[in-house]
Every structure is written in C-alpha cells, then in structure tokens.
C-alpha cells in the first residue's frame, strides 16, 4: 500500500467515528507519515481519547493511555524489572510506552523527569529500561495533550527537547 492509500484511509476509517475535526485528522495523518508525534491543546470533552483510539483501531495498532500527574514516575512510563519470588529471578515488565498509539494525556501535568522518559521512544523508536533496549514496532505515534486554559499551579513546561518531538 502507498503512502497516499494509507493516509486516504486512514482518514476515511477516522472520519466515520469523529466528526468536525477534519483538519485535526489531517494534520495526524500527516505526523503518522513522517513519523512525527502531536500535541493536542484542546478543552476537555472535545474527543482526543476517542480520535487515538480510533487511530489505532484504523492501523489495527494497540492503544495504551497515561494520565500524567505529578506522582507519575519514569519507570511508570518506560517499564522496570522486577523480582519474581516465584520464579526467583528478574523479569522485564514493559510500561505503556511499548504500543503502536500512545496518548500522554495532560503531559505538563508530570514533572520534568517524568516527561523526559518519553524523549528516547519518541526520537528512537525504543525503550531501554534498566540496560535493556525494546524496539518499538511502527508505527507509532504519541499524542499528548494538554489543556491551554487551566491555570498554571500544578502544570510543568515541557522541554524544548521535548517540544523538538512534536510536528
């Protein structure tokens, strides 16, 4: 399939689910294939969850979510391993990050080191948790949010690192 098939399709299977967002489809159709990331500023209750789940319905992708807080760690978001009494060794536990579409919602809303663990998957194509490196399989593609009229207590700038990530 060509590039050009692949994102007529992809916005004909969105637009059967989300209506009026035409341009907003475009231009993550657009980042999908030039392997870019976006940053949603929106309103709440203006659909981003139901847009990235249909993304990755449409590539028949996985979804994954994250709500950002300030008590979100790193390795809540890259994995860790972990010690299985059971089995009595050290297992691999992949975070949300290892998915086709991922959403970081409300983004600002983790510290700074929080959201600098997603600068090596968005850039690379990767993770590495704890020495350990995990391809991500494409495509993929974050789609973070952050909402532009809640007042500024509690929220954190991102990064120019970061902003450099996103189309």
Known sequence: MSLKDFANNLKNHIGKVIIGQA???ELITNAMV?????LLESVPG???TMLAKSIAKSIEGDFKRI???PD???SDITGIHFFNPKEQSFELRVGPVVTNVLLADEINRATPRTQSALLEVMEEKQVTIDGTTVKIEQPFIVLATQNPIESQQGTFELPEAQMD???
């Open 23 to 25: 341009e907003t489809v």
């Open 34 to 38: 030039n392997k870019g990331h976006v």
């Open 46 to 48: 203006t659909g981003k």
């Open 67 to 69: 709500q950002f807080t």
């Open 72 to 74: 979100v760690l790193p």
């Open 165 to 167: 990530r996103f189309l």
